[in-house]
């Protein structure tokens, strides 16, 4: 029975990967879609299409799953975790991540909202006491080491397109995105755990809803319904696809994070950060910033974003390393 049960929480795990290795695909699709959009659309256009076109999709991938059933089997506290998830990803999160976008394009801003798993370490910390290493530590650093080192040699890549990013705003509109995109995993694990077993494609729609009636609210100030009346007819399919794969990626986040432990999705969920390049030089060549120093920060912080949230036991099986380098890496820094 126990290497059956073993086998079956294995089984999970592999399925978890997998779901998280899609959703890092269609996010990054999403992002270069959405990017496309606002070099000549506005951000409250994308989110206009985006956040209510999120809600139906996931409402209709409920229906095509046979899950609507399941809406009213939700315990309050988990509807409260999803809706507060909803909020803090899907208006504030993906508000500073398309003005980032925006601002200073897919490749600068990405490696700094990778930044997110660095802000959920923290408060997996500060708020279940979770342990902070030195293996995690080394991780962080690397993370703010590849964030830093975007910004390097960006003049001479301005010479080479019509492009000219706004750093210092876009910058802190991505690290805006880190903070929500990394608060809100812990959200949505939180509701699972409240709810075992619930239905990932009905979760989605309780987080969308409250989305949408958040967004809402932006619509009474002046002037919101002319910005999005005036939107470009070349822009539709843009902001309409995005709209579509990032339900269809955020779907994935929800099924990975109900079958397999946070720990287990972060590091996939961040070759996000290397589809994001590859797809931009293949549909936005033309609008972004790509150098040698882009590239290596890219990669340098997927590793730093792996190591902090890969477990010493499993890295030092996989590296075969000597017990002294093992204990050293997972010298508890802070943390229960």
């Given at each position: 029975m126990a290497r059956r049960g073993r086998r079956v929480e294995g089984e999970r795990h592999l399925l978890g990967v997998l779901y998280a290795a899609?959703?890092?695909?269609?996010?990054?699709?999403?992002?270069?879609?959405?990017?496309?959009?606002?070099?000549?659309?506005?951000?409250?256009?994308?989110?206009?299409?985006?956040?209510?076109?999120?809600g139906?999709?996931?409402?209709?991938?409920?229906?095509?799953f046979g899950e609507l059933g399941q809406l009213a089997a939700f315990p309050a506290v988990a509807i409260a975790w999803l809706a507060?998830?909803?909020?803090?990803?899907?208006?504030?999160?993906?508000?500073?991540?398309?003005?980032?976008?925006?601002?200073?394009?897919?490749?600068?801003?990405?490696?700094?909202?990778?930044?997110?798993?660095a802000v959920a370490m923290v408060l997996a910390v500060a708020t279940l006491h979770e342990k902070f290493t030195v293996l995690q530590a080394i991780g962080?650093?690397?993370?703010?080491?590849?964030?830093?080192?975007?910004?390097?040699?960006?003049?001479?890549?301005?010479?080479?397109?019509?492009?000219?990013?706004?750093?210092?705003?876009?910058?802190?509109?991505?690290?805006?995105?880190a903070v929500c995109y990394g608060s809100s995993p812990l959200?949505?694990?939180?509701?699972?755990?409240?709810?075992?077993?619930?239905?990932t494609a009905a979760a989605g729609c309780f987080a969308y809803a409250a989305a949408t009636l958040c967004f809402s609210l932006v619509l009474l100030k002046p002037g919101s319904w002319a910005d999005i009346k005036a939107m470009s007819r070349a822009n539709v399919p843009w902001f309409l696809s995005s709209a579509v794969l990032?339900?269809?990626?955020?779907?994935?986040?929800?099924?990975?994070?109900?079958?397999?432990?946070l720990m287990v999705v972060t590091p996939i969920l961040q070759l996000s950060l290397v589809f994001r390049l590859l797809l931009s030089q293949c549909i936005n060549r033309d609008y972004e910033v790509m150098n040698t120093a882009v590239i290596a920060g890219a990669?340098?912080?997927?590793?730093?974003?792996?190591l902090v949230s890969l477990p010493t036991d499993e890295l030092a099986k996989v590296l075969g390393l000597s017990p002294t380098i093992a204990d050293f890496l997972r010298y508890r820094l802070a943390g229960g």
């Amino acid at each position: 029975m126990a290497r059956r049960g073993r086998r079956v929480e294995g089984e999970r795990h592999l399925l978890g990967v997998l779901y998280a290795a899609l959703g890092a695909f269609t996010f990054a699709l999403n992002n270069v879609a959405m990017r496309r959009g606002v070099v000549t659309g506005s951000v409250l256009q994308g989110m206009a299409m985006t956040v209510p076109i999120g809600g139906l999709s996931f409402l209709a991938m409920t229906a095509a799953f046979g899950e609507l059933g399941q809406l009213a089997a939700f315990p309050a506290v988990a509807i409260a975790w999803l809706a507060g998830q909803g909020v803090v990803h899907f208006v504030f999160g993906r508000y500073c991540n398309y003005k980032s976008n925006q601002l200073v394009g897919v490749n600068l801003s990405a490696p700094v909202v990778q930044l997110q798993v660095a802000v959920a370490m923290v408060l997996a910390v500060a708020t279940l006491h979770e342990k902070f290493t030195v293996l995690q530590a080394i991780g962080s650093a690397l993370m703010l080491g590849g964030s830093f080192v975007t910004q390097t040699k960006i003049g001479k890549s301005r010479e080479k397109t019509s492009f000219q990013p706004h750093i210092v705003a876009g910058y802190l509109f991505a690290f805006g995105a880190a903070v929500c995109y990394g608060s809100s995993p812990l959200m949505a694990r939180q509701a699972f755990l409240s709810a075992p077993g619930s239905a990932t494609a009905a979760a989605g729609c309780f987080a969308y809803a409250a989305a949408t009636l958040c967004f809402s609210l932006v619509l009474l100030k002046p002037g919101s319904w002319a910005d999005i009346k005036a939107m470009s007819r070349a822009n539709v399919p843009w902001f309409l696809s995005s709209a579509v794969l990032v339900a269809i990626s955020q779907a994935f986040v929800y099924a990975s994070l109900a079958v397999a432990p946070l720990m287990v999705v972060t590091p996939i969920l961040q070759l996000s950060l290397v589809f994001r390049l590859l797809l931009s030089q293949c549909i936005n060549r033309d609008y972004e910033v790509m150098n040698t120093a882009v590239i290596a920060g890219a990669l340098t912080a997927v590793l730093g974003s792996i190591l902090v949230s890969l477990p010493t036991d499993e890295l030092a099986k996989v590296l075969g390393l000597s017990p002294t380098i093992a204990d050293f890496l997972r010298y508890r820094l802070a943390g229960g």
